[in-house]
């Protein structure tokens, strides 16, 4: 008896993460399933962001990660959540302006307080150069709109 106790609780388990990953990755601006569109989320905090890998492949709760190198892949490994883009890599300043979902150009982030933001750069729409204007009131905002979404 213990032992079908614990088959079925695990099985719910099994379900529940399952459920969880899923929804996560419904959060998250994926392109071909990749977070950051193949991007090594490491790179950005070495100061130039660098296409990964996929040699290089890590999938973190359902999202997967492309990385340069190993050494790129451990330490992302050590502290996924010091490395994940905020507002699940879609663009800070639309989640901060609209609370909207919106495409980002891998190559425009900012970081801040050692967290990694990424913005819309396309058609003459740099959305970085809007967000350094009033960044204090659209991050705030951008906060509040994301937890709507988690």
């Known amino acids: 008896m213990r032992s079908?106790?614990?088959v079925v609780l695990l099985c719910n388990?099994?379900?529940?993460?399952a459920q969880s990953m899923q929804q996560r990755q419904k959060k998250f601006n994926l392109e071909n399933g990749l977070a950051i569109q193949g991007y090594d989320p490491?790179?950005?905090f070495e100061g130039k962001p660098l296409e990964g890998d996929k040699t290089y492949a890590f999938q973190y709760q359902g999202v997967v990660y492309y990385f340069k190198n190993a050494a790129n892949l451990e330490l992302f490994k050590k502290s996924p959540a010091s490395y994940e883009p905020q507002y699940g890599g879609w663009c800070a300043y639309a989640m901060g302006a609209k609370g909207e979902t919106v495409?980002?150009?891998?190559?425009?982030?900012?970081?801040?307080?050692?967290?990694?933001?990424?913005?819309?750069n396309k058609y003459?729409?740099?959305?970085?150069?809007s967000w350094n204007k009033d960044e204090a009131k659209l991050k705030g905002?951008?906060?509040?709109?994301?937890?709507k979404f988690k």
Request: charged share 25%; no cysteine; glycine share 2%.
């Open 13 to 17: 388990f099994g379900i529940v993460y």
């Open 141 to 147: 905002k951008a906060d509040a709109n994301w937890s």
């Open 42 to 44: 490491v790179s950005y």
């Open 4 to 6: 079908l106790i614990v």
């Open 124 to 129: 003459f729409n740099n959305t970085l150069k």
């Open 103 to 120: 495409e980002v150009d891998p190559e425009t982030f900012k970081i801040i307080d050692k967290k990694l933001y990424l913005f819309y």
